[in-house]
């Protein structure tokens, strides 16, 4: 089965400064995609960054980066000169089975609701 | 309008009363999926869509839950006799391609926010 794991409910960080969100995944796929949401208090899923298995670089957006450690099976992001319009609710996701195209949905972790303080 | 759009927004519903919730999605997407987002959790998979064809229904968590796409556009996903746990946000996503979810081809609506008193 496949799992998300986000460690971090909440997390606080000072205007202009950079910011981790961690997120850990658990996956026997070989082949597999891991996504960067942003869910403002509105309700919209708002992709930020997506990071293939096969992806030899960690994937960049502006000022989100994706810290992909394989090994560790860890994908944390990384917001770069943090905006108060960043606060909100952020979910990492994985997607599985995209070789066979049986990439169908997307596993949730829990969330980290990221507070940018002026 | 481009994105996918959803209705109702906010929904109330009496425990035991049936409800239906809306989907559009972006014109020509051929997936679509509805996710389950109680509060303070993340989404959870409810069904799939290719076209008209309802390929997943694994996530759907009783047959209480149903849900349709006759037409290959428009979902409607019906909720009979609901209960408080039912109370959550309805996603709708829609992508153009086949089944695939990678990159940023899937694309999500605002949700309909469902309370079940």
């Known amino acids: 089965a496949q799992k998300i794991t986000q460690t971090q409910p909440g997390m606080f960080v000072q205007e202009k400064e950079a910011v981790t969100l961690d997120c850990t995944y658990d996956?026997?796929?070989?082949?597999?995609?891991l996504f960067w949401y942003k869910q403002p208090s509105s309700g919209e899923m708002i992709f930020l960054i997506y990071?293939?298995?096969?992806?030899?670089q960690n994937a960049t957006e502006g000022r989100y980066s994706l810290n992909f450690q394989k090994a560790r099976k860890s994908a944390n992001l990384v917001i770069s000169a943090s905006q108060l319009g960043d606060s909100a609710m952020y979910f990492c996701?994985?997607?599985?089975?995209?070789?066979?195209?049986?990439?169908?949905?997307?596993?949730f972790g829990s969330g980290t609701q990221l507070t940018v303080l002026p | 309008g481009a994105g996918v759009s959803q209705s109702p927004r906010y929904k109330v519903a009496k425990r035991g009363q049936d409800v239906a919730l809306r989907c559009d999605p972006i014109?020509?997407?051929?997936?679509l999926f509805w996710y389950q987002q109680a509060l303070g959790q993340g989404p959870e998979f409810l069904t799939y869509?290719?076209?008209?064809?309802?390929?997943?229904k694994s996530g759907l968590p009783s047959d209480r839950f149903f849900a349709e796409r006759p037409e290959g556009s428009v979902s409607t996903l019906k909720i009979q006799r609901t209960q408080q746990e039912d109370s959550a946000v309805y996603l709708c996503?829609?992508?153009?391609?086949?089944?695939?979810?990678?990159?940023?081809?899937?694309?999500f609506g605002e949700g309909s926010w469902l309370t079940v008193v």
């Open positions: 996503a829609s992508s153009l391609y086949e089944g695939g979810v990678t990159g940023n081809t899937i694309y």
């Open positions: 996701a994985m997607s599985y089975g995209i070789s066979s195209g049986s990439a169908r949905q997307l596993t």
């Open positions: 869509f290719q076209n008209e064809a309802q390929l997943d």
């Open positions: 990071q293939g298995s096969y992806d030899e």
């Open positions: 996956t026997s796929d070989q082949s597999y995609g």
């Open positions: 014109s020509g997407h051929v997936s």
